[in-house]
């Protein structure tokens, strides 16, 4: 089947080390999102891109940084992890064509505890 | 900027019981309205969606009208299940991204 999947899907790292968090996606779409998760806030997005050669802020940007580095990957990185950095960050992706509807489908997260 | 108010959880039902989650919204425009559910330990999937005014979402039972006069997508079902324990989010949308809730924990028990 077509998915969303991220690697990795739980990491506890120390202050200031930098993580990589990656994206991979079979459905070949052109969006892809990074947003994180936590308890009682929602979601919050941090960057996206339309393409390859387009990336967004979103909400939350500071302190992360991303890379497209094909159609189908996405990564998001911490470069000096802060312990208010710990949550679940999901990242997602939907089909240009269908931009006005806007269904994003959703990978299974990633738990990141900073310590 | 645009914001999503639903009602705080959790919301504790018993099996069979009517559900209402509140979701309303402000918006330049008008956006597409969408309901994404979250299963323990999952990440989010696409409940239902409207597109424009008066257009009702339905899927698995649930229920949600957009109201333009109110900009309300409030999400109904008749009847819970256990299984439909999750946590439901509210998101409208424009043409670049959604704008998430914070979300509302729906606890049904036996």
């Known amino acids: 089947d077509a998915d969303v999947t991220q690697t990795p899907r739980n990491r506890i790292t120390k202050t200031g080390k930098r993580i990589m968090l990656e994206c991979s996606q079979t459905k070949g779409h052109d969006r892809m999102y990074w947003y994180r998760q936590d308890p009682g806030l929602g979601l919050r997005l941090i960057y996206y891109s339309f393409d390859v050669k387009d990336i967004n802020k979103g909400e939350i940007s500071d302190g992360y940084s991303v890379s497209r580095q094909a159609q189908a990957k996405f990564s998001l990185s911490l470069e000096s992890a802060i312990p208010n950095q710990t949550a679940l960050y999901f990242c997602a992706t939907s089909d240009d064509r269908a931009s006005s509807y806007n269904e994003q489908f959703f990978g299974p997260g990633t738990r990141l505890t900073v310590l | 900027g645009d914001s999503v108010t639903q009602m705080e959880g959790p919301v504790t039902l018993s099996e069979e019981a009517f559900l209402t989650i509140n979701c309303t919204y402000t918006?330049?425009?008008?956006?597409?309205l969408f309901w994404y559910v979250q299963y323990p330990g999952e990440g989010l999937q696409l409940l239902l969606k409207a597109t424009k005014a008066d257009d009702k979402g339905s899927n698995k039972g649930f229920e949600a009208t957009y109201r333009k006069e109110t900009t309300s997508f409030h999400l109904e079902k008749g009847s819970v299940q256990v299984s439909d324990s999750a946590v439901y989010f509210c998101?409208?949308?424009?043409?670049?991204?959604?704008?998430f809730g914070t979300g509302t924990r729906l606890q049904v028990f036996p």
């Open positions: 998101a409208p949308g424009g043409p670049d991204k959604l704008i």
């Open positions: 918006a330049t425009g008008y956006p597409s």
